[in-house]
């Protein structure tokens, strides 16, 4: 028992700290804008090129079976490593120039040896608790993705370099620490990756909904955490109170995920994704009419947004795990995760477009898409006899 308690308590750490890697430059940004003039196109960039890389780097680790031929903490470390070799990179660059972009797509593709690969460590310890486990990693990536706006609260408006450097201070100390934890007794080696399997993603009915209610869940989560803190550094007046809002509105998924994944283990995956889903597009509908409303109005909607924008995010891939023959649940997870982070670089994208056009008030209308559309997607699924399989039953 201290042996697994002492690994997914390191597992867990090193990925916070890695993690903070990944919206270094959309932390960065309001800094950048200070001292440069940087186009729309270029603000999101910084945050979708990450999500082009990951997609990149996580399927040509699928491809190459870098987990199943290094050891997986090995493959950790490196990828935590690089990441912060890209953001060091990244400080010598003009901000928001083609190069500091290029920067952010490798620390993306670098991120895609760490998240998986920590997520695959942790359920290796999982006896009955997995959503729970799962969960407790994907609520480190939410801590994780909130730690640049901390280290925005020590610094002044126009620093837009430490964000850069303290992440990527982070994710060095990362690499170390993963090389301390265990694999537990359930670590598996996957299978190689089958290109014939990605069909049935879509040819398998109960496949297809669980693949389209992570979409619908994807198409919100990571433009809601890239453009919210923008929206709060519009809101407030200075910048200490908009990073701190940030933060916390960031940070608390962490302790949404803690829940999904304990009501999921309990209460079944259709059920906390569907939950989860119609709060936060409810949310999302709700807090742009919040924008010149008292911040005791507008707060509680953020951070229950934020902690139900992933409180369901495990559930999509365990869904996969559990309905896949075993045989190519490897390459469904890497299918979906592609599609998924493929889909959030297109949002991030766009909706600073619609933001230009329609204004604070309805900024965060789009997104509220997505989720209705996944609640329907795992509405259909719950009713299919395979998902019985899901969460020993509990669907």
Not at 23 to 37: E, H, N
Not at 376 to 386: D, F, G, H, I, S
Request: one cysteine or more.
């Amino acid at each position: 028992m201290a042996s697994k308690t002492i690994s997914i308590a390191i597992i867990t750490l090193a990925q916070v700290l890695a993690l903070a890697v990944w919206f270094a430059g959309t932390a960065a940004l309001p800094a950048m804008l200070a001292v440069s003039d940087i186009g729309r196109f270029a603000q999101a960039a910084l945050t979708s090129s990450v999500q082009i890389g990951f997609v990149a780097g996580a399927l040509a680790s699928a491809i190459l079976s870098l987990p199943d031929r290094f050891d997986a903490r090995h493959v950790f470390a490196a990828g935590a490593a690089l990441a912060a070799i890209a953001n060091l990179l990244a400080l010598v660059t003009e901000p928001g120039s083609a190069t500091m972009i290029a920067c952010r797509a490798l620390a993306g593709a670098s991120l895609a040896l760490v998240y998986p690969v920590g997520m695959k460590l942790a359920a290796s310890w999982a006896k009955g608790d997995a959503g729970l486990l799962v969960g407790s990693l994907v609520g480190a990536s939410a801590l994780g993705s909130a730690t640049p706006y901390a280290f925005n609260l020590f610094i002044n408006a126009t620093q837009w370099q430490a964000p850069f450097l303290f992440s990527a201070v982070a994710a060095a100390g990362s690499a170390g620490l993963i090389l301390f934890c265990r694999q537990g007794p359930a670590f598996m080696t996957g299978a190689r990756f089958d290109p014939s399997a990605v069909l049935l993603a879509f040819r398998n009915p109960a496949l297809r909904y669980a693949n389209l209610g992570y979409l619908g869940h994807m198409w919100e989560l990571y433009a809601m955490w890239a453009w919210v803190p923008v929206f709060l550094h519009a809101y407030f007046s200075d910048g200490f109170s908009a990073n701190l809002a940030a933060f916390a509105v960031v940070g608390i998924g962490a302790a949404g995920c803690l829940l999904g994944g304990w009501s999921a283990d309990r209460h079944g995956r259709t059920t906390v994704t569907m939950a989860a889903m119609a709060v936060s597009s409810s949310c999302a509908l709700i807090c742009g009419f919040l924008f010149g409303a008292p911040v005791w109005l507008l707060l509680p909607v953020l951070l229950i947004w934020g902690m139900s924008v992933i409180a369901d995010s495990a559930q999509f891939s365990a869904s996969i795990a559990e309905l896949a023959p075993r045989d190519r649940a490897g390459t469904l997870l890497s299918l979906q995760t592609a599609m998924g982070f493929a889909l959030t670089a297109i949002v991030i994208q766009l909706l600073p477009l619609w933001i230009d056009f329609a204004g604070w008030t309805y900024a965060f209308i789009p997104l509220a898409i997505g989720p209705m559309f996944g609640v329907w997607a795992m509405w259909k699924l719950r009713q299919r006899p395979e998902a019985a399989k899901l969460a020993d039953g509990r669907r």
